[in-house]
Structure formats: structure tokens, C-alpha cells
């Protein structure tokens, strides 16, 4: 079955970078659009980053555009979530989710989250 | 394009016909899915293109709508359900979520 294990969270302290990864299995990595999405806490969900399923689409939210960069490595089944210039507002859940198709539509399976907390 | 959900809580009880709507800032045909989320855990996809219920979700979640207006509905809530449902567009991107409604049991 999918299965989605994000890794590389942890407390950063504000303005440096971290690097969050999602270990994909049970499905073809290289046919889908693959999304990072975050939840800080106690608030609602706010969609992040795509990638198209041969990485030559990519697209953020204002919040992250220019900071965090989303790419993949289908070698290695892993999708990653590159993040400059940490701040506070950063602090949250953050998951990795397939997509249904080669681009965006709706996100079926999700991972079960990396925690990120930026503070000094 | 923005989407607002409606309410952002309720309480029901068991057995109750339950209704959140999401309305969208511009035309987004039938672009638009639910999730669900249990509290501590991932959401989960349950309607995918307004209407379409996910493999292995209970038909007592049900979707519809088209344009700007959308409804998701619990036909008959029970004490598994108690979650936030999201709504969530795809027309272009960025992608956006709606705020969420807390379901809990009266």
C-alpha cells in the first residue's frame, strides 16, 4: 500500500535552514505530483509547494515563495522540501501528500507529518 | 481564489443529518475535495471532484455542488466522525484549503 514517511524536522532557530525529506513506497513515485503541506498548531491547513510528476512544474504559496524550494529525486523515491530563511510563522506540521495525477488535483495519501519549530 | 467554509463548528448528535458548505471567490466548476481530519493524525481524502466518494468511505459522506457553492454532508453522524473537515480547490494554483469545521458530539 502508499506509504509516505516524512523525516528531518526538528527546532531550528529563526533565519536558518532546514531540509525536510518524504520517503515514498507502494506506488510508481515518478507518475505523480507530489505537495508538502502544513499545519501550524492549532490552526487549519495551508497547502505549501507542488511538483509535477517529472519535476518541470513547480508552484508555492505567497507565504514560502522565494524561501523554500520543492524538488524530488525518483532514484530514490524521495521528495524534498528545501526551506531557507526560517521564521517563526514557519513553525508547524509539516506533510507530504500524492497526488492523484501528474500534476494537482486531490492529494490521497498523505504521510503522518514532521514537526518543524523555528525558535531561538 | 479564496474558499470559505461554513460553519467552523457544530455540534450534533448521533444519528443527525449533518451539512457544511464552501463557497468559492470565483467559478471552479467541480474542482473542489473534502478531507478529514481526526485529531493527532493526517487528513484523509474522503470527496474528490465535488461529488465523488473516495474508495472505502462510508456512503453517509456525501458531496455536491457545482461553480461557487459546495455542500458536504453526514447523513447520519456517528461518534467516529467527530473530526475538521476541510474543503479544498484545485482550480489552479496555489491550492487552497478552507478554514475547517470542528464536528463534535452534542
Known amino acids: 500500500q502508499v506509504q509516505l514517511v516524512e523525516s528531518g524536522g526538528g527546532v531550528v532557530q529563526p533565519g536558518r535552514s532546514l531540509r525536510l525529506s518524504c520517503a515514498a513506497s507502494?506506488?510508481?513515485?515518478?507518475?505523480?505530483?507530489m505537495h508538502w503541506v502544513r499545519q501550524a498548531p492549532g490552526k487549519g491547513l495551508e497547502w505549501v509547494a507542488v511538483?509535477?510528476?517529472?519535476?518541470?512544474?513547480?508552484s508555492y504559496a505567497d507565504s514560502v515563495k522565494g524561501r523554500f524550494t520543492i524538488s524530488r529525486d525518483d532514484s530514490k523515491n524521495t521528495l524534498f522540501l528545501q526551506m531557507n530563511s526560517l521564521g517563526a510563522e514557519d513553525t508547524a506540521v509539516y506533510y507530504c501528500?500524492?497526488?492523484?495525477?501528474?500534476?494537482?488535483?486531490?492529494?490521497?495519501?498523505w504521510g503522518q507529518g514532521t514537526l518543524v519549530t523555528v525558535s531561538s | 481564489i479564496q474558499v470559505t467554509q461554513s460553519p467552523s463548528s457544530l455540534s450534533a448528535s448521533v444519528g443527525d443529518r449533518v451539512t457544511i458548505t464552501c463557497q468559492a471567490s470565483?467559478?471552479?466548476?467541480?474542482?473542489l475535495n473534502w478531507y478529514q481530519q481526526k485529531h493527532g493524525t493526517a487528513p484523509r481524502l474522503l470527496i474528490y471532484?465535488?461529488?465523488n466518494l473516495e474508495t472505502g468511505v462510508p456512503s453517509r459522506f456525501s458531496g455536491s455542488g457545482t461553480g461557487t457553492y459546495f455542500t458536504f454532508t453526514i447523513s447520519s453522524l456517528q461518534p467516529e466522525d467527530v473530526a475538521t473537515y476541510y474543503c479544498q480547490h484545485y482550480d489552479n494554483v496555489p491550492l487552497t484549503f478552507g478554514g475547517g469545521t470542528k464536528v463534535d458530539l452534542k
Open positions: 471532484d465535488a461529488s
Open positions: 501528500a500524492k497526488d492523484y495525477g501528474a500534476g494537482w488535483r486531490y492529494l490521497d495519501a
Open positions: 507502494g506506488f510508481t513515485f515518478s507518475s505523480f505530483g
Open positions: 511538483i509535477s510528476y517529472d519535476g518541470s512544474y513547480r
Open positions: 470565483q467559478d471552479i466548476t467541480n474542482y
